[in-house]
Structure formats: C-alpha cells, structure tokens
T-cell receptor, first 114, second 119 residues
C-alpha cells in the first residue's frame, strides 16, 4: 500500500525565515510526486510535479526536490501570503488501472508571521 | 491553463433530500475526473474515479448508490448525494486529469470545492 507522511504537521515562521517541509513516501514504483498548496475553504492549487530522483523545480520562493525516499519543499524568505497548507501526493506506476490516482499526505500547515 | 470549476460553491439542504454538484474543466478536455471528500483539518480522501461514458470506480467503503456519479462529457462530471444526512456534511472537491498539461502527464487539477451542510 502506498503511503505518504508529511512533517512537520505545522510550522510557524517569521517573514524572511527560510525553511523546508518534508514528504516521505513508500510506493510500488513512483510515477510522479506532486506538491499542492491549499488555502482554507479552497481546492488544492497545483505547484510541482517531480518524476525522478535528483529532479528539482522552482517557482518564485519555492523549490521542490526529490530523492528515492522523500521530497522537500524549500521555502526561501517566505512572506505572509505563503501561509497555507502544503500537500504532497504520489502517483504509482501500477495504478494505471485506477487512472493513476493520487495518495495524499496529511499536509503541513505553514504560517508566516509578518 | 488548466481551470476546473465547481457549482455550487456551497449548499445547505434538509436531511433526506438529494444534492447535485457539478464539476467542469473549462479550458481542456479531461480524460478522467476524480471526486474527493475532505473533513476539517484532514487531507483529501478519494471517493471515486470517473471516465467519460463509463461507470465510476468507487473506493472501498464509499456507497455507490448514495454517491451517484455521472460523467456525461469530457468536460463535465456530476456528483449527486442522494438522501443526504448530517453525516454527509463535508467539503467535496473534484479534480480533472489532463494529459500533456503544464504539470506533465496525468496531473490532477482541482476545483474550488463545494461545502455541503445537511441540516
């Protein structure tokens, strides 16, 4: 069974204080690892897809990296508007029969104080 | 782009009534659509997967006769909660899977969600 564990559950940062969120996963053949941002009362917003170990992607203050066992979402000099829940999800190679469904972690609630 | 809409954004109904939620992909054709439920401070739980013109595939523990899914076209899927009860109150979110989009193959793009409250 595919599993995704995110840590920490909650993280408070001061504006400008860089940090990283962790996503550890076990999957029977990784097809893709996805990062989403979710604001309260909204649907998840797509951030990144990572496919293989060593891959990195960046978007503004966010950078996602991937190893064979985990992914990190690095946040550089965060601003209050970066406050949200960040969700990690994996897609398994052998889940094609179920249309490549996603298995989500519980998320990390990030709060950035001004 | 990859925009997904849901309607309504919120709905309040009486116990025993049925509620229909629409999910549309606005600027792409979705090969597959997914329906999720999210309880407060919890992550998304997949309810079912649907392909256009086919019967939906439900996750274990999800009652298919209670949560009716119709996927009439490549841009529209509907979820009907039949005979709703207070325990069905939740945040329902759909997603649409797009091949070859900016996120890569089979990336799911999510709608804004529908808040259902059953009195």
């Amino acid at each position: 069974e595919d599993q995704v564990t995110q840590s920490p559950e909650a993280l408070r940062l001061q504006e400008g204080e860089s940090s990283s969120l962790n996503c550890s996963y076990t999957v029977s053949g990784l097809r893709g690892l996805f990062w989403y941002r979710q604001d309260p009362g909204k649907g998840p917003e797509f951030l990144f897809t990572l496919y293989s170990a060593g891959e990195e992607k960046e978007k503004e203050r966010l950078k996602a990296t991937l190893t064979k066992k985990e992914s990190f979402l690095h946040i550089t000099a965060p601003k209050p508007e970066d406050s949200a829940t960040y969700l990690c999800a994996v897609q398994a190679r052998n889940s094609g029969g179920s249309n490549y469904k996603l298995t989500f972690g519980k998320g990390t609630l990030l709060t950035v104080n001004p | 782009g990859a925009v997904v809409s849901q309607h309504p954004s919120w709905v309040i109904c009486k116990s025993g009534t049925s509620v229909k939620i629409e999910c549309r992909s606005l600027d792409f054709q979705a090969t597959t659509m997914f329906w999720y439920r999210q309880f407060p401070k919890q992550s998304l739980m997949l309810m079912a997967t649907s392909n256009e013109g086919s019967k939906a595939t439900y996750e274990q523990g999800v009652e298919k006769d209670k949560f009716l899914i119709n996927h009439a076209s490549l841009t529209l899927s509907t979820l009907t909660v039949t005979s709703a009860h207070p325990e069905d109150s939740s945040f329902y979110i759909c997603s649409a899977s797009r091949a070859g989009g900016p996120g890569g193959t089979d990336t799911q793009y999510f709608g804004p969600g529908t808040r259902l409250t059953v009195l």
